[in-house]
Nanobody
């Protein structure tokens, strides 16, 4: 059974940065689109960023474009999310997800495997 495990969350002041990591196992990683979603209390899960299997195309949610950067290392079965210029409204649980297709999906239903998430809290 494929497993995704996130790390790197924490408490940071507004304007600060964090780098999230997601380690994949039991998965033919190089064949999967990877994405990050987030969910704040009382809100629906929101697409943050996605990257194609070969890393040649990326997509971002409108609220994070220009501040966050997704990347992957297929040799290490890892995907990363660099979070810069953080705002209090970025506070959420961030989860990585995988889907075996060529295209990035921005909806939850498009993904097969999910991690449990890592908490990011941004103080004002």
């Amino acid at each position: 059974q494929a497993q995704l495990r996130e790390s790197g969350g924490g408490l940071v002041q507004a304007g600060g940065s964090l780098r999230l990591s997601c380690a994949a196992s039991e998965l033919n990683f190089g064949n999967y689109v990877m994405a990050w979603f987030r969910q704040a209390p009382g809100k629906e899960r929101e697409f943050v960023a996605g990257i194609t299997a070969r890393g040649d195309n990326v997509d971002y949610g409108a609220s994070v474009k220009g501040r966050f950067t997704i990347s992957r290392d297929n040799a290490k079965n890892m995907v990363y999310l660099q979070l810069n210029i953080l705002r209090p409204e970025d506070t959420a649980v961030y989860s990585c997800a995988a889907r075996r297709t060529e295209n990035i999906a921005t909806t939850v239903i498009g993904y097969t495997y999910w991690g449990r998430g890592t908490q990011v809290t941004v103080s004002s």
